[in-house]
């Protein structure tokens, strides 16, 4: 079983930046090929916001993300961390990190994750 931990959200303002963090435990993250972060904003459907190959570190991001966030790993304290810069007040929602034993996780196939965080609140605001 594995469980993953959230942390870092809060209020920034426009423009600014915010570091979450996902720890992960369990005795089965082993088996991990997969992590990846969403997002879900009030009334909105929970949207893939990128994912990284936990073994080989590569990253896949949506498009629509211009380039703002970055995902990184760092694998011997089982933690994937998303970078957010230029953050707009459409960026407001509750941030989601999963967990996923299948490569085909990494292209945001939500289906395929097989944990989920609680999530964290980021809310953008002045």
């Known amino acids: 079983q594995v469980r993953l931990v959230e942390s870092g959200g809060g209020l920034v303002q426009p423009g600014g930046a915010l570091r979450l963090s996902c720890v992960a435990s369990?005795?089965?993250?082993?088996?991990?090929?997969?992590m990846g972060w969403f997002r879900q904003a009030p009334g909105k459907d929970r949207e893939f916001l990128g994912a990284v190959g936990w073994h080989d570190g590569n990253t896949n991001y949506d498009d629509a993300l211009e380039g703002r966030f970055t995902i990184s790993r760092d694998n011997a304290k089982n933690t994937v961390y998303l970078q957010m810069s230029g953050l707009k007040p459409e960026d407001t929602a509750v941030y989601y990190c999963?967990?996923?034993?299948?490569?085909?996780?990494?292209?945001?196939?939500?289906?395929?994750?097989?944990?989920w965080g609680q999530g964290t609140q980021v809310t953008v605001s002045s």
């Open positions: 369990g005795d089965t993250f082993f088996r991990t090929l997969t």
């Open positions: 999963a967990q996923s034993k299948s490569a085909a996780a990494w292209y945001g196939i939500q289906d395929s994750y097989d944990t």
